[in-house]
């Protein structure tokens, strides 16, 4: 505690520290378990539709990029969930 020339006890302000990313944040069990599925099926429906796209538009990359990111991201965390529970798997037995 804190106290001020008036004798009045303060609390010092507590700061939140670490950019939004990498807050820790709730899902309801269901959604956790399907999110790399999600970004899995995001990804592969991102690729399919640049195929439909019949000429050369500013969208076409984007596609391209949004599509390797799911993809990308689908997998990383589908591994990470994976790893992570072998650890914990051995860790209890």
């Known amino acids: ?28 069990k269901l959604l956790y378990n399907a999110l790399p599925y999600f970004y899995l099926a995001s990804g592969v429906s991102a690729f399919f539709a640049t195929l439909y796209i019949s000429e050369w538009f500013w969208v076409l990359p984007h596609y391209l990029i949004f599509s390797a990111a799911c993809l990308h991201l689908g997998i990383a965390v589908y591994r990470k969930r994976v790893k992570a529970k072998r650890e914990f798997g051995k860790d209890t037995s």
């Open 1 to 28: 505690m804190i106290t001020t020339t008036a004798g009045k006890a303060t609390q010092p302000v507590a700061r939140k520290t670490g950019s939004i990313a990498s807050r820790k944040i709730w899902l309801p």
